[in-house]
């Protein structure tokens, strides 16, 4: 069956932590994104990637960083200078990033205790 | 730059009854439209797509929307809504050529009563 997994689906961390959400797809698709997701705000973009080492920021970007050294993953870091991290975070992937169809995985809850 | 509004927060509909969900986009050229669905504590599930040609797109669980240029809308249609069909729907523009993003809206969340 191919998809997009997330893990954890809860997560909860210190303030002051650091914390990777794992994003993997075997679907074969070149562009992965991670998204924020807040009450009555929709999807914001955090980061995309087009392809394996190559990523850019999206709209809300401070406070997180991506790494993209495999096709299949494109895990997600929540820093300590995020200022507020709780939240729930989406990863998405689509065959090419020209505004193709994207294709979620089930997405992980974080909270800050 | 693309920007999509979805005008209602919260629509309560009874089951069986029809249902339109609106959708307004502002952009320059010829848009990717694209509506979701969200199940609480789930990803997004794509129910349609618009790239080009009918201005009529079917969808999948009896879910239909229509294009109109002239009015920049996208709104979603079911004839008949189901128990089942209770979850927040999001309208999403993206565009051909180059790295466009795909811009969504803040959601409308749909509850269906007996």
């Known amino acids: 069956d191919g998809g997009i997994t997330q893990s954890p689906k809860y997560l909860f961390r210190k303030e002051g932590q650091n914390v990777t959400l794992s994003c993997e797809q075997n679907?074969?698709?070149?562009?992965m994104y991670w998204y924020r997701q807040d009450p009555g705000q929709g999807l914001r973009l955090i980061y995309y990637s087009q392809i394996v080492n190559d990523f850019q920021k999206g709209d809300i970007a401070e406070g997180y960083s991506v790494s993209r050294e495999k096709k299949e993953s494109f895990p997600l870091t929540v820093t300590s200078a995020q200022k507020n991290p709780t939240a729930f975070y989406l990863c998405?992937?689509?065959?090419?990033?020209?505004?193709?169809?994207?294709?979620f995985g089930p997405g992980t809850r974080l909270t800050v205790l | 730059a693309q920007s999509v509004t979805q005008p209602d927060i919260h629509i309560t509909v009874s089951e069986g009854a029809s249902l339109e969900l609106r959708c307004n986009y502002s952009y320059g050229a010829t848009p990717y439209l694209f509506w979701y669905v969200q199940s609480p504590g789930q990803g997004l599930q794509l129910l349609l797509k618009?790239?080009?040609?009918?201005?009529l797109v079917q969808g999948i669980k009896g879910f239909e929307a229509e294009f109109k240029r002239s009015q920049s809308s996208f709104n979603l249609r079911k004839p008949s809504v189901h128990w089942s069909d209770a979850a927040e729907y999001f309208c999403?523009?993206?565009?051909?050529?180059?790295?466009?993003?795909?811009?969504f809206g803040t959601g409308t969340k749909l509850q269906v009563i007996p």
């Open positions: 618009y790239f080009s040609g009918d201005t």
């Open positions: 679907l074969n698709h070149d562009a």
């Open positions: 998405a992937s689509s065959i090419d990033p020209r505004g193709d169809t994207q294709y």
């Open positions: 999403a523009v993206g565009a051909l050529g180059g790295y466009q993003k795909v811009t």
